[in-house]
């Protein structure tokens, strides 16, 4: 109730600082370069990565800079890879659902990177959870993926674009979403891996909202760890 009547009495602060931040955030390309292949030697691995503009690797030059390029490259050593990535700037988990990715094949594994444009366009909680239940799912029943890993919303109140107040109010809500789909998670029985990267301005590309290349190595260290595991 509080977060209500705060969000109502800075509407109009709120509005204008987020429609900046739009325009701003959506000014880098996403990158050129590969979003499928095959890869590899040793075990048979089957990967598929859908989500926002960060899976699809706004802030780096190329692919091979971004999250799909440096995760595969890790993978490569240890699998014969198969993988494909789906994704598009301001993707939501509704999105998703609505235009799933054409071509999606069977999988052993599909990584979920999505939340923060959940946040930024105020999907109520309850919706995003039952969204998030039927993209799960779906990508169970209908791709036969064993392991389904979803990844933490974004610390958004240290995010350097966002301005005060609009951070604080994001930064909390991203807080609570995040705790809620963690546990959502859990009972779910999807692996949830909770946002730990610093958001310290070399990690982040020019606009301050995207990660940068140093920030998707990182990411892919994650990911690849949570893989062998």
Same mark, same amino acid.
């Not at 509407?11 to 050129?32: D, H, M």
């Not at 659902?97 to 990177?113: E, F, M, N, S, V």
């Given at each position: 109730?509080?977060?209500?009547?705060?969000?109502?009495?800075?509407?109009?602060?709120?509005?204008?600082?987020?429609?900046?931040?739009?325009?701003?955030? $959506?000014? &880098?390309?996403?990158?050129? @370069? #590969?979003?499928?292949?095959?890869?590899?030697?040793? *075990? !048979? +691995?089957?990967?598929?990565?859908?989500?926002?503009?960060?899976?699809?690797?706004?802030?780096?030059?190329?692919?091979?800079?971004?999250?799909?390029?440096?995760?595969?490259?890790?993978?490569?050593?240890?699998?014969?890879?198969?993988?494909?990535?789906?994704?598009?700037?301001?993707?939501?988990?509704?999105?998703?659902?609505?235009?799933?990715?054409?071509?999606?094949?069977?999988?052993?594994?599909?990584?979920?990177?999505?939340?923060?444009?959940?946040?930024?366009?105020?999907?109520?909680?309850?919706?995003?959870?039952?969204?998030?239940?039927?993209?799960? $799912?779906? &990508?169970?029943?209908?791709? @036969? #993926?064993?392991?389904?890993?979803?990844?933490?919303? *974004? !610390? +958004?109140?240290?995010?350097?674009?966002?301005?005060?107040?609009?951070?604080?109010?994001?930064?909390?809500?991203?807080?609570?979403?995040?705790?809620?789909?963690?546990?959502?998670?859990?009972?779910?029985?999807?692996?949830?891996?909770?946002?730990?990267?610093?958001?310290?301005?070399?990690?982040?590309?020019?606009?301050?909202?995207?990660?940068?290349?140093?920030?998707?190595?990182?990411?892919?260290?994650?990911?690849?760890?949570?893989?062998?595991?």
């Amino acid at each position: 109730m509080a977060d209500r009547i705060l969000k109502f009495a800075l509407a109009p602060v709120l509005v204008a600082q987020a429609l900046r931040v739009r325009k701003t955030a $959506a000014s &880098l390309p996403e990158p050129p @370069g #590969a979003r499928a292949g095959r890869t590899g030697k040793g *075990p !048979p +691995l089957r990967l598929a990565i859908l989500g926002d503009s960060s899976a699809a690797g706004v802030g780096a030059r190329h692919q091979s800079e971004a999250l799909s390029g440096r995760l595969t490259e890790l993978l490569a050593s240890h699998y014969a890879l198969d993988w494909s990535l789906h994704a598009r700037t301001g993707a939501t988990t509704k999105s998703v659902l609505r235009k799933w990715p054409g071509g999606l094949q069977t999988l052993d594994i599909a990584i979920i990177i999505l939340g923060v444009n959940d946040v930024t366009r105020q999907v109520p909680l309850r919706r995003l959870l039952a969204q998030r239940e039927q993209l799960y $799912a779906r &990508l169970q029943r209908d791709h @036969g #993926a064993m392991r389904v890993l979803a990844t933490g919303v *974004p !610390p +958004l109140a240290d995010f350097p674009l966002l301005p005060a107040p609009l951070r604080h109010v994001l930064g909390h809500q991203a807080r609570r979403y995040d705790a809620a789909l963690s546990q959502q998670a859990k009972e779910l029985g999807v692996e949830y891996l909770p946002f730990n990267l610093s958001l310290d301005p070399d990690m982040m590309a020019a606009d301050g909202f995207h990660p940068g290349p140093t920030a998707y190595r990182h990411f892919a260290d994650i990911l690849f760890r949570q893989i062998q595991r």
